[in-house]
């Protein structure tokens, strides 16, 4: 029996035993009792390959965190075999994916009495099951990984194909959806998926540790190039000259010059016929891998005297608001208070200006359309990367001495949402109301009390936070 047929019949008996679990009535269809099934299996089949996949979730949780799974008592924990706690943690992570509307106590007895199940059968399983040499070659001959192509392909299995890549699956459909909602044109269409598609190859970080395909890789094989590998957003390159194997460009954008693969742009006939030097303008993003730069996604040409000069300042206007910095504006206005309590709109203007943010006339028009009927205070929340995260009509969950919205009764029902909900509030600000402790009311629903309820989630906020805004503090902040 060949390792593929082996692994087939295995994720039925998985799906079997879904089937009669209490987790039953939590898949929504078969198809997703299914691939949840096919997913559990394949982190069994990395298990017994030694792949290196969930032994990175081992290990950057244990640096993050101080053990080897969130959650959940490690230790009586054997690394490399199966553990009831492995199971819990990835059936919880199916749970999240199905109903990302809500959160599901990861102590969810139905998740437990399923992974005891589920555990039985591969400890049954361990001491015979195949290894997949091929899968193990294509993670980690040390030939295939040098070769950009290989990365590619390495990247987008680890970001849509893997079993720890449903998140990020269900995300890139979200993303067409949304980007085609309005969209006639078949080809406009496909376009769009591959561009949405290659973004989050090199740049997802909807799974687990909330690491990007090349930071995964960096870690399964233990090789620090892959950490580097740099995947840049779409923008304006001139080119300016060229040789036998690559184009010489200029970012329009920074000025700064480039030297691209020409073997990496997918149109023999365009790249041998079409471009002049000092004319031709190239909208498209770029890999950079082993001091190498590879045109990646979609790419458009034009003339340069078709670019608008407005398209080049709006390219550089991005460049200056990604720059750190605001924070520390944000502290000195504060006198290094985490948190400033505004009780209304004009309050909140009046802090702006302390801080010297230029407001245009339009940008204060639509700060009062937004923020003139709070009734509950507004707080205005340091991020750590760099801006403000405004929170309205929630300042009373924060618990702090100069808040005079505080309310502990409210903040018990409420303040959870500011670590739980990406759409309330910004992943730095959330972190540092974390690091200092100012939503002690916030705990989760728990059949133990509201007391471990909260314990509960002020010990695992950091994991929580990570996952559902899908950042972390090495990369994000």
């Known amino acids: 029996m060949s390792t593929d047929q082996y692994y087939a019949q295995l994720a039925s008996r998985v799906a079997e035993i879904l089937n009669g679990s209490f987790l039953k009535d939590a898949f929504e269809t078969t198809e997703d009792m299914k691939d949840t099934a096919i997913r559990i299996t394949a982190w069994f089949e990395d298990i017994i390959s030694n792949l290196g996949i969930w032994r990175t979730v081992n290990e950057e949780c244990s640096k993050r965190h101080g053990k080897p799974l969130p959650f959940y008592d490690t230790d009586s924990y054997f690394p490399n075999e199966p553990n009831i706690e492995d199971i819990n943690l990835l059936l919880w992570d199916a749970m999240e994916t199905l109903h990302p509307d809500r959160f599901m106590n990861p102590e969810n ?22 290894e997949t040499e091929e899968l193990y070659v294509f993670l980690h001959d040390e030939q295939q990984l040098q070769d950009y192509w290989h990365i ?12 720890i890549s449903q998140r990020q699956s269900d995300k890139w459909r979200e993303l067409l959806e949304e980007s085609t909602e309005d969209n006639d044109s078949p080809m406009d269409e496909e376009m769009i998926s591959y561009s949405i598609l290659t973004d989050l190859t090199f740049r997802g970080k909807h799974n687990l540790l909330s690491l990007t395909a090349p930071q995964w890789l960096a870690r399964i094989t233990k090789k620090q190039e892959f950490n580097d590998l740099q995947f840049s957003t779409p923008t304006y390159y001139l080119l300016i000259g060229e040789n036998a194997t690559q184009f010489l460009m200029r970012n329009m954008a920074t000025d700064e010059e480039l030297a691209i693969e020409k073997d990496s742009f997918s ?20 890999v950079r891998f082993n001091g190498r730069y590879y045109q990646c996604g979609i790419m458009a040409h034009n003339q340069k005297s078709n670019i608008k000069q407005d398209l080049i300042d709006e390219e550089k206007r991005k460049i ?5 910095g605001s924070h520390a504006l944000f502290l000195k206005a ?7 309590f505004c009780k209304d ?29 709070c009734k509950n205070g507004i707080a205005l929340v340091g991020d750590l990367y760099g801006g403000i995260s405004i929170i309205p009509e929630l300042a009373y969950c924060i618990k702090s001495d100069d808040n005079p919205f505080y309310d502990q009764k409210k903040a ?6 500011l670590l739980l909900d990406p759409n309330a509030i910004s992943y730095g600000a959330a972190c540092a109301l974390i690091d200092y402790n100012l939503l002690p009311d916030a705990k989760l629903n728990s059949l133990n009390g509201d007391e471990y309820g909260r314990q509960f989630l002020h010990t695992h906020a950091q994991f929580i936070t990570d996952y559902l805004f899908s950042k972390c503090r090495e990369y994000d902040l």
Not at 152 to 163: A, G, H, N, Q, T
Not at 346 to 372: C, G, H, V, W
């Open 345 to 373: 709109d004009n309050e909140m203007l009046q802090f702006y200006r302390k801080m010297q943010i230029p407001l245009t006339p339009d940008s204060i028009a639509e700060f009062r359309r937004l923020f003139a009927d």
């Open 267 to 286: 149109d023999d006939e365009f790249v041998s016929r079409y471009p002049k030097v000092g004319d031709t303008v190239f909208f498209c993003s770029l």
């Open 334 to 340: 504060s006198g290094g208070k985490p948190v400033v």
């Open 320 to 324: 200056r608001l990604s720059e750190k």
């Open 152 to 163: 590619r392909k390495v990247c987008d299995w680890l970001s849509m194909r893997s079993y």
């Open 109 to 130: 007895p139905a998740i437990i009495e399923a992974a005891v199940a589920l555990c039985k059968l591969f400890d049954e399983e361990f001491p015979t099951a195949p």
């Open 412 to 417: 018990a029902q409420h303040a959870h949402a």
